[in-house]
Nanobody, 124 residues
Framework: EVQLVVSGGGSVRAGGTLRLSCEVS????????IAWFRQGLGEEREVVAG????????YYADSVRGRAAISRDNAKNTIFLEMNSLKAEDTAMYFC?????????????????WGQGTQVTVSS
């Protein structure tokens, strides 16, 4: 089993920066893909960014490309998501998800493990 614990989030002013952390524990060596998803009120869950634990390759959704960076600290088994130039449309519940296989990044059902969500609210 794998556990994901998310921290960070909160209220941020438009144009500001956020940094989310996802600490991974348990059978971490089994994980091949880790991604950040978000879900706005009344909206579908969508992928924001992903990282391959094997190659370190990254993926970004068009909506955040150029404003987001996903990174990892292998020593701490932690994945980070940093976003800048935040917009009102970035307001959502953000989730960390992990998969023991290589998955299509935006296929939420492909992720076996999910952390608890953290609310990010961007205000003008």
């Amino acid at each position: 089993e794998v556990q994901l614990v998310v921290s960070g989030g909160g209220s941020v002013r438009a144009g500001g920066t956020l940094r989310l952390s996802c600490e991974v524990s348990g059978e971490t060596s089994s994980i091949k893909s880790i991604a950040w998803f978000r879900q706005g009120l009344g909206e579908e869950r969508e992928v924001v960014a992903g990282i391959s634990t094997r190659s370190g390759g990254t993926y970004y959704a068009d909506s955040v490309r150029g404003r987001a960076a996903i990174s990892r600290d292998n020593a701490k088994n932690t994945i980070f998501l940093e976003m800048n130039s935040l917009k009102a449309e970035d307001t959502a519940m953000y989730f960390c998800a992990a998969a023991p296989t290589f998955v299509r990044w935006n296929w939420a059902r492909g992720y076996k493990y999910w952390g608890q969500g953290t609310q990010v609210t961007v205000s003008s």
